[in-house]
């Protein structure tokens, strides 16, 4: 195909990110949220170095003619061109941190320098260095006597270059393995917020550290390894599997580093010297201006969180006007399919009805996937609550998630603590699907409560990320859920479906049969449609059939918040697909299919993007939309996207994204489903007391089923209070020792 349809991969991913760079520099977002998508814009790239860029270093060591299927570039091309685009856009970000930080000057939030301090504040400093941070400096010097030591992914670090009668050396102080990151100091208008960052103070400090030396230039540095490692060929067969994990994990710590951050210009010589031991080359080095760990974000996040003004208005997510609030859960969902959009809609019916199965007598098992969770997750809390009440609880974790394989871990072993029964996933295979289902035994017969979600079991990211959440005990999808865990608790995948989109057998191949009707309607002169919202679009199975669609004359409709390895608008091959990405206040997550137009239109609700890795090396499911009202939900959701001229970027047929054409009449998505969600919130209904529940005979079946009986509903346990961390300069009595210390030096 001689016209450019495709976009590499890993530049359409810095693409993303520059969208949301982007919002750090609209002048509509308030300021510490512009600051937030810093951030975010940094943190993604510390991910990506360690995943994208660290699987392209690997393969290009071991065959680098192995070419992109799409663009065909080498993956030491693919390196100099990443390399080449993060500079750039480092140096916007540097750029758009400059005039964030004056702009919060305005508004009193002042990022210090050192030497820019008033007396007091100097003197305060001096007092903190003394007492906080010197007593616990972790400094080396090396040289020919003293080996490079081992620096910690992602951690700062203090690089100086050393002189000391006539001989040369390097000297290295870290900065982040005991310190709070962020320094509060006290200032005389009362209003306004002061702070430096720790590693700014010891480097200011750095000559004192080195006493016995000359410095002759010193930079804050930062290294990111190297994060990929394939766990299955990794296995080692005499440990099992969560064993194998917490062995990867240690080993990933130790990868080689693929990036090195500076915080200004080094000589050659010391630019060399590092490259040398870190074995990297010069295109891996980046002298960056802003903060090089910008993480700290949510520190004055909470300092700051009386200035109203500088944060979105506050949002908290609303009741369902599809749920009663005093009717139990289960009985709801039988007589109707409930259906939650987050973060609009609360988490909590969800939970609800996790909870009540847990105290239902009638309840006998619960089968449940979880890939991220929660650090103190309710949702686990609720699982254990069941299986100690005598229920039958399979989980499958998801020890694969990557970067959150020591919590999923952990929490693996607090599910079994509790007698659920853990399981992993097959082989090879990461478990990425959002599938709980519910067994009663009533009267002797198996009845079934499913719920299908785009996003994870997570009540934190629930308020952050946009996600659909579908409960339903529709026979067909409930019989095909059993079916599903069935296969993966014998470690196999389901091979045939009749209802669900299950990968990596039954998806991929129902899409594209969907898509094959919408171009044999078109090729006979219908109205072919096919729509989708996505995270990503990278498998070129899906891509191929697209643009045999739009070739066709169906009209593709596509909102894609991340990476899309297609290109839209390209006369003769892509021109009747539009492409779009929303960037906003609240991560786009939710998986839309749409199939056909007008009373034709299948919906389907996803995990899977349209990636390869999902289409074909997960076990995902997507549920069909059948209720009436929940169908026309989606639906208005998907529009509702699709006029977005506010948070929207449509990529025009270069593969460049511009601002949607503005109009008169604003329509931003988001807010308006925040708009939407508080006028359609019922008032809250308090319930009436739960009333005990009676005992039940025990049913004899085939098998007989143990049945635990419950005299009160037992509520659930609130999570402990964590007291917030005081920033140092507010500990009890510290200021008065600083004052002693300069009244001794004085």
């Not at 002189?163 to 390097?170: F, I, Q, R, V």
């Not at 990036?259 to 870190?278: F, H, N, P, Y």
């Not at 072993?413 to 067994?439: N, Q, W």
Request: charged letters at 25%.
């Amino acid at each position: 195909m001689s016209k450019k349809v495709f976009d590499n991969r890993e530049l359409s991913w810095l693409k993303f990110n520059e969208r949301v760079l982007e919002e750090a520099m609209d002048e509509n977002v308030p300021l510490l949220e512009r600051l937030m998508f810093e951030s975010i814009f940094s943190s993604n790239l510390d991910e990506f170095f360690m995943v994208r860029v660290g699987s392209l270093y690997d393969s290009s060591l071991v065959d680098d003619d192995q070419k992109d299927n799409k663009t065909k570039l080498r993956p030491s091309e693919q390196l100099s061109a990443i390399f080449s685009r993060v500079r750039e856009l480092n140096a916007v970000r540097d750029k758009s941190f400059e005039q964030l930080s004056k702009e919060l000057k305005t508004k009193g939030i002042h990022h210090k320098s050192v030497k820019n301090l008033s007396g007091q504040q100097a003197e305060f400093i001096e007092g903190y260095y003394a007492y906080e941070i010197e007593p616990f400096i972790n400094a080396n010097i090396i040289d020919k006597r003293h080996p490079f030591p081992f620096l910690v992914n992602k951690s700062i670090y203090v690089i100086t270059k050393l002189s000391a009668k006539g001989t040369k050396s390097l000297g290295m102080i870290s900065c982040t393995d005991k310190f709070s990151r962020v320094i509060f100091i006290p200032d005389e208008e009362t209003d306004s917020i002061c702070y430096l960052l720790v590693e700014e103070v010891i480097s200011h400090f750095a000559d004192r550290i080195f006493s016995n030396y000359k410095i002759e230039e010193k930079a804050l540095m930062r290294i990111t390894r190297n994060a990929d490692i394939d766990v299955d060929e990794s296995y080692d067969s005499e440990l099992d599997f969560r064993q194998n994990m917490s062995v990867v994990i240690s080993k990933r710590k130790r990868l080689c580093p693929v990036r090195l951050q500076v915080s200004k210009d080094i000589s050659d010589a010391l630019t060399g010297a590092l490259c040398e031991r870190l074995e990297l080359s010069a295109k891996q080095v980046f002298v960056e201006k802003a903060p090089l760990d910008l993480s700290y974000v949510g520190e004055l996040f909470d300092k700051a969180s009386g200035k109203k003004s500088l944060f979105f208005e506050k949002f908290e997510p609303q009741r369902s006007p599809m749920i009663d609030q005093t009717a139990p859960m289960i009985e709801q969902i039988d007589k109707k399919d409930l259906f939650l959009s987050y973060p609009y809609e609360s988490i909590d019916p969800f939970l609800r009805l996790l909870n009540e199965a847990a105290d239902d007598p009638t309840v006998v098992s619960i089968k449940m996937t979880l890939y991220r969770v929660a650090k103190n997750s309710k949702v686990v809390k609720a699982l254990c609550k069941a299986s100690d009440n005598g229920k039958e609880v399979m989980v499958l974790v998801e020890l694969r998630a990557r970067f959150d394989e020591e919590n999923n871990i952990g929490w693996s072993k607090a599910l079994e603590e509790s007698g659920c029964h853990v399981i992993y996933g097959p082989p090879g295979m990461k478990v990425h699907s959002k599938l709980c289902l519910i067994t009663r035994n009533i009267d002797g017969e198996a009845k079934y409560t499913v719920q299908i979600g785009t996003g994870n079991y997570n009540e934190k990211t629930a308020k952050l990320y946009t996600d659909f959440c579908l409960m339903t005990s529709n026979s067909d999808i409930a019989s095909e859920a059993a079916e599903v865990f069935k296969a993966l608790g014998m470690g196999e995948l389901v091979q045939d479906t009749r209802t669900l989109m299950v990968a990596p057998k039954c998806l991929q191949n129902k899409v594209l049969e969907y898509m094959d009707d919408e171009i044999a309607l078109a090729k006979a002169g219908g109205d072919g449609y096919v729509g989708a919202k996505l995270n990503s679009l990278t498998d070129k199975v899906i891509i191929d059939k697209l643009i045999e669609c739009s070739q066709a004359g169906v009209k593709v409709e596509l909102v894609i918040r991340g990476i899309s390895c297609l290109i839209a608008g390209v006369k003769d091959v892509t021109e009747n697909i539009t492409i779009r990405s929303i960037v906003g206040r609240f991560l786009e997550h939710s998986r839309i299919y749409i199939f056909g137009a007008g009373v034709r239109k299948k919906v389907y609700i996803s995990s899977a993007d349209y990636m390869t890795r999902n289409t074909t090396r997960r076990v995902e499911v997507g549920v069909p939309v059948l209720d009436g009202e929940i169908k026309k939900r989606v639906l208005e959701y998907f529009d509702i996207q699709m006029h977005d001229n506010v948070k929207a970027r449509v990529m025009n047929s270069d593969g460049i994204y511009v601002r949607a054409a503005d109009s008169a009449v604003k329509c931003c998505a988001q807010e308006k489903f925040i708009a939407m969600a508080y006028e359609n919130a019922p008032p809250l209904v308090t319930a009436p007391p739960p009333q005990p529940v009676q005992p039940v005979q025990t049913v004899q079946t085939a098998q007989p089923v143990q049945t635990v009986v419950q005299t009160v509903q037992q509520p659930v346990q609130p999570a402990p209070t964590v007291q917030p961390i005081q920033p140092v300069h507010e500990k009890k009595g510290l200021w008065a020792r600083i004052k002693a210390f300069f009244s001794r030096k004085n």
